[in-house]
């Protein structure tokens, strides 16, 4: 049976339509939260917590780190995202509605609203029927209707997230995923909470740069000069920074999970409650060095 598509609602912004799987990732990777609202016609609306369609469960800390340092890290990671999601940025990513087209989709539906909420009864119990089978089939059917009717001129967009835009100037929220910035000479640059997943700064200068939670997960920092910068709680998960000079730099709450630190200049950084390259937690007062 084709899948219904759900729209998503956080601080009065409609988003969407997306597959349950498409949410199911955006959960996981913290993009949205439970307190998100979802809904089938944009009409009615239960959190997606409430509504049981979605996997809720947080993402799992690393075996390593003892359950008082794994507190603290969840905090601090759950403190970024909520910093992450408040940013004006994520607003741009919003599916601009057309009035009139959205009228007539609603009017399409609506008489299948019953139909709906017994999809959402027999999901949630976990108790199928043909009856409920076929009255699911013609909600699809009408979901799917309405939204080609109002989307014909504009495909449904890929990802929650926004677009990478590899030309932005950097700022906070800046999206440069998988973006070439190889030789970047930018010292002292603002970043808070950039997506920098794989992004190749090979050669950066940076030195003094302020990239406080920053996702840099699989970026490539090969000789990147970094010294003096501020890195507090960014996420370096499988990232290359062989040869990087991170000297004096501030690395609390960073992850440094499965990253390559061969020939890392790290003197004098701080790496009080870092997750450390084997998943270990560091000890606060411990500069140059995880222990």
């Known amino acids: 049976m084709t899948q219904p598509l759900w729209y998503l609602r956080h601080q009065g912004k409609v988003y969407g339509p997306f597959p349950v799987p498409q949410i199911d990732t955006a959960l996981a990777e913290g993009d949205v939260t439970p307190e998100w609202e979802v809904s089938l016609n944009e009409s009615d609306w239960l959190t997606i917590a409430e509504s049981g369609q979605f996997n809720c469960a947080p993402p799992d800390l690393p075996d390593a780190a003892p359950d008082s340092e794994a507190r603290g890290w969840r905090e601090e990671r759950q403190r970024a995202r909520q910093r992450w999601l408040r940013e004006p940025h994520l607003t741009e990513s919003a599916v601009q509605h057309d009035l009139e087209r959205d009228a007539r989709a609603r009017q399409a539906i609506s008489t299948d609203h019953a139909a709906t909420e017994a999809l959402l009864r027999e ?140 020939g890392v200049r790290i003197d004098s950084a701080r790496l009080g409650k870092a997750v450390w390259t084997d998943g270990r937690s560091c000890e606060d007062g411990a500069p140059g060095a995880c222990r």
Request: hydrophobic fraction near 45%.
């Open 123 to 262: 999901e949630k119990h976990k108790r199928t029927s043909p009856l409920a089978a076929l009255l699911a089939t013609l909600m699809v059917l009408s979901v799917g209707v309405a939204i080609l009717w109002g989307q014909r001129e504009k495909p449904i967009q890929a990802k929650i997230a926004l677009v990478a835009d590899c030309a932005s100037l950097p700022g906070d929220g800046m999206n440069w995923t998988s973006c070439d910035k190889r030789g970047l000479h930018l010292p002292g640059m603002r970043a808070h909470n950039a997506r920098l997943e794989r992004v190749r700064l090979d050669e950066a200068r940076l030195s003094g740069a302020d990239l406080t939670y920053a996702m840099l997960r699989g970026a490539s920092l090969r000789n990147a000069q970094l010294s003096g910068s501020i890195l507090v709680g960014v996420d370096l998960t499988g990232a290359d920074l062989s040869g990087a000079d991170l000297t004096g730099a501030d690395l609390r709450f960073a992850v440094l999970a499965g990253a390559n630190i061969t």
